[in-house]
């Protein structure tokens, strides 16, 4: 996977600073269509990652690179939580076991990831590269 920034775009957000440590990966995260902001002005870049954010992310990162995963027919019994722009995205994340619901049958969209959660979810989107190059 190749996701470069373009040092000709200017990101938008009012809350980045050019200078922030993160400001050339979020470049290449937002021109690759990887992740966006909440608004053209405004990012967050402070904000907890929720797990429907995180599932969003990681099949951007799969259609970036040609994938069309399929959508899972499972179900869970929060998926009404689960916000419109994101629904597909969490079960396409499930159907290539990118992210896993709870053992009670729950997904929790709106939970924060955990850093052991953030690790998992990197280590599983580099696994599926890996079988499938």
């Given amino acids: 996977m190749s996701a470069n920034p373009d040092?000709?775009?200017t990101l938008t957000f009012q809350d980045i600073k050019d200078t922030?440590?993160?400001a050339r990966e979020l470049n290449?995260?937002?021109v690759n269509g990887i992740a966006k902001g909440f608004s053209t002005?405004?990012?967050?870049?402070e904000a907890l990652v929720n797990r429907e954010q995180a599932a969003k992310m990681l099949i951007n990162?799969?259609?970036s690179e040609g994938v069309a995963p399929a959508v899972t027919v499972q179900q869970f019994s929060d998926e009404s939580d689960i916000s419109v722009w994101a629904f597909e995205d969490v079960k396409m994340a499930m159907e290539q076991q990118?992210?896993?619901g709870y053992p009670d049958n729950t997904f929790r969209p709106k939970q924060g990831l955990t850093r052991a959660e953030a690790a998992t979810l990197i280590y599983r989107l580099r696994e599926h590269f890996l079988q499938n190059a």
């Fill in 7 to 9: 040092d000709s775009i």
């Fill in 20 to 22: 922030a440590w993160y």
């Fill in 28 to 30: 290449a995260a937002i």
């Fill in 41 to 45: 002005l405004e990012f967050r870049p």
């Fill in 61 to 63: 990162v799969l259609l």
């Fill in 98 to 100: 990118l992210v896993k």
